[in-house]
């Protein structure tokens, strides 16, 4: 079958390619494959792929809790938590992150019980206990407010100028731990054990995002590729097998076409397809656990294809493209080469 023929092409060939100083990058393969098409059939030329951010940012209401007063934290100076508050105090009126917010209200949560613990003051264990409990209520609202305004984390899903081309080991491991462990932390705050997030270990993932372009430029590619693919498999819909394969004729514009076919897409497009899933698959666990909100939902997308299903996409597209193929090979009683 001319599927299993095509998906068992090694992607070495392609990889060799896009490494090389002086070679193609991807798109430019799509257009040149596009082009020689062209030379047989007359298609419409591609549009090129313009990225856009792959989530909507939601709009964040005001979600500070009660606070507790210059008084009361007087009484708190020995307890790790009147210094946590203090420190918060001291920089009031300046610029505060989302990211420095959340982790303030993590380590306020977890630091109560033990401050409670030394307190002979009713009215102040009751006030703490209220407060902690109205930040418990917030966090996810925390969450979701750094999730989509922390500079790195927004980073992870707005638009990027370029494709994945070389896998960067470094950038890509920093990524996968750091989406693995948000996802740990997400799950934390899902099942209220607060206790399990180490905030200092957050900060110092959160900063491994710090111009890394390995996800951004990986959905990016994805994105891109499905775009050409829409656009080439509208195309060929419209052309005529009977005006490629006539009878009593050799054909010969069948197999310039099945050729370029081969040439282009069987050895060189899908091998990047193949690729980019193969990268897709290992960061799309971490991807659902950090993209959908605490009812499992994803999150909202502009997107007609969710960022999240970008996989069951491209196969689709590619099914129907080599699918298309076929349809030509068999119709023109073309053995594929």
């Not at 009878?247 to 197999?255: E, K, L, P, Y």
Request: overall charge neutral; charged content about 15%; some cysteine.
């Amino acid at each position: 079958m001319l599927t299993r023929h095509l998906i068992t092409l090694s992607t070495t060939a392609l990889i060799i390619l896009i490494l090389a100083g002086c070679s193609k990058v991807p798109s430019e393969i799509n257009l040149e494959y596009h082009t020689r098409l062209n030379t047989q059939l007359t298609l419409p030329e591609l549009s090129p792929y313009q990225d856009s951010k792959k989530l909507v940012v939601p709009t964040f209401s005001n979600i500070d809790a009660s606070t507790i007063g210059i008084l009361q934290l007087n009484k708190l100076q020995h307890c790790q938590l009147g210094q946590l508050i203090a420190e918060r105090n001291s920089q009031l009126g300046k610029v505060s992150g989302p990211s420095s917010e959340f982790v303030y209200n993590v380590r306020f949560i977890q630091m109560v019980p033990n401050c409670v613990a030394t307190l002979d003051d009713t009215e102040l264990t009751k006030q703490l206990n209220k407060v902690k409990q109205q930040k418990a209520d917030l966090l996810f609202a925390y969450w979701d407010k750094m999730l989509f305004l922390d500079k790195q984390l927004a980073s992870l899903y707005l638009p990027v100028s370029y494709s994945l081309l070389d896998v960067n080991q470094t950038q890509k491991q920093h990524t996968l731990n750091t989406l693995n462990y948000l996802a740990s932390v997400k799950s934390a705050l899902v099942n209220q054990e607060f206790n399990q997030i180490n905030t200092a270990e957050l900060e110092a993932h959160l900063a491994t995002l710090f111009k890394n372009n390995y996800l951004p430029s990986l959905l990016r590619a994805l994105y891109e590729q499905i775009f050409i693919l829409q656009q080439q498999n509208k195309a060929l819909e419209s052309v005529s097998f009977s005006d490629i394969c006539k009878t009593g004729h050799n054909n010969q514009s069948a197999t310039v076409l099945t050729n370029i076919f081969s040439k282009f897409y069987g050895s060189k497009i899908q091998g990047y397809h193949n690729d980019l899933l193969q990268e897709y698959m290992q960061i799309k666990p971490a991807l659902l656990g950090l993209w959908q909100n605490q009812y499992q939902q994803p999150y909202e997308s502009d997107l007609k294809i969710h960022p999240l299903s970008l996989d069951n996409s491209l196969k689709h597209y590619s099914v129907a493209h080599v699918t298309w193929w076929q349809q030509l090979y068999k119709r023109c009683n073309i053995q594929p080469g």
